[in-house]
DNA sequence: ATAATAACTTACTAATAGGTAAGTTTTCCT
DNA sequence: AGGAAAACTTACCTATTAGTAAGTTATTAT
């Protein structure tokens, strides 16, 4: 409630964030939201006009989100292999909660959504491959890393290990992320 | 077969394919498949009785499909890395299309569907699966290919690559597609 | 030729989707 | 204390969804 409650938009947000990574964009509805806040429909409507609204705030949280982590691991007294591992991290949480990463999601309901989405979510996967490219590329050149492939193709195969790698644990269980985690790691160290 | 068309449900089972692979199994309707083959809603009701059997049959056609390629991998006398190729193809042939494979789209509305299917879902990645697999471990046998993961996790390494590398085409491009597909064969190759 | 049946169409549901306009309550600011 | 503005609720609306029952037309088998 804010005027009721202060952060039903941060809420919003928090859930819709869940429901897409779970059921997908065209799969969950407005309704989904509001009963599990216990608001009425117009109120998600008053916070975000349209479902299209919603998923565009919700694509800039994760560019937000992305830059604060890509500022952190420059910051981090942390060697290539602890950067990438803070990454990757981050599948391994979603697939603990049978979840997918937002760009798969987005990625398969692409060709549903108006243009202003899909341009926000090219700059979020322009983000997120450049911070996995530098990573990689600082950490070859620290001697910390080892990979033959140059530094944009080896992100592009660890990021397609990562999302498709959740997508399938959902199906096939979690040993097979296992499985995939435990490899990025080693085809870029040894 | 039918009354006034022979292969309506043969129709059905190929736009019913298209769509899937184009927006989703959540974001198309019956509609869209009645609308284009100039048939009634009923009529799509009539060979699939609900969007779950029409769901059901199309995974069992890739699974019937997949079996086909399997046998004839086996007979054709092709290297390793020759079957590979002809694997891989069906996925750069998706990426023409803007669409993704059947197993990204349907791992990202898994949530959503009823056990039925995700049971036949489970099948079709087994399937999939064993055959890169036994592709792989033939070829490294033979001394056509050269890996150090065990069949299996390149297997899945090779998979998520394709799988996630047909999704991201459709927001970055084909280029980064392309980029993949060449490092997957060079990753086994040599 | 006819009866059975396969392949439809017509004409509906009930439920849910996303969305809006207008009114109400709460909080903030002065 | 008294607005103004923010944060809602109430009460709708229209379009679309998956789905069904009953009737019609075409094909096939006898």
Avoid: W
Wanted: proline share 2%; charged share 25%; glycine share 4%.
């Amino acid at each position: 409630m804010s005027a009721r409650n202060t952060d039903t938009k941060e809420e919003i947000l928090r859930i819709g964030k869940q429901l897409i990574q779970f059921y997908g964009y065209n799969a969950f509805s407005y309704a989904d939201i509001s009963r599990e806040l216990n608001i009425k429909n117009a109120a998600v409507h008053y916070h975000f006009r349209g479902k299209e609204d919603l998923l565009m705030a919700l694509v800039q949280n994760y560019i937000d989100n992305y830059q604060l982590l890509a500022q952190q691991l420059k910051a981090a007294p942390l060697k290539a292999v602890g950067k990438l591992d803070k990454f990757i991290e981050r599948y391994t949480l979603l697939c603990e909660t049978d979840s997918i990463c937002i760009i798969g999601s987005i990625a398969s309901d692409y060709n549903t959504l108006p243009d202003s989405v899909k341009e926000k979510v090219t700059e979020l996967i322009n983000l997120v491959m450049s911070l996995v490219e530098q990573t990689l590329a600082e950490g070859k050149r620290k001697g910390e890393l080892v990979f033959t492939e140059t530094p944009k193709t080896q992100a592009l195969l660890i990021m397609t290990n990562l999302a498709a790698g959740v997508q399938l644990a959902r199906i096939s269980g979690k040993k097979d992320y296992e499985a995939i985690r435990k490899a990025i790691i080693r085809q870029v160290k040894s």
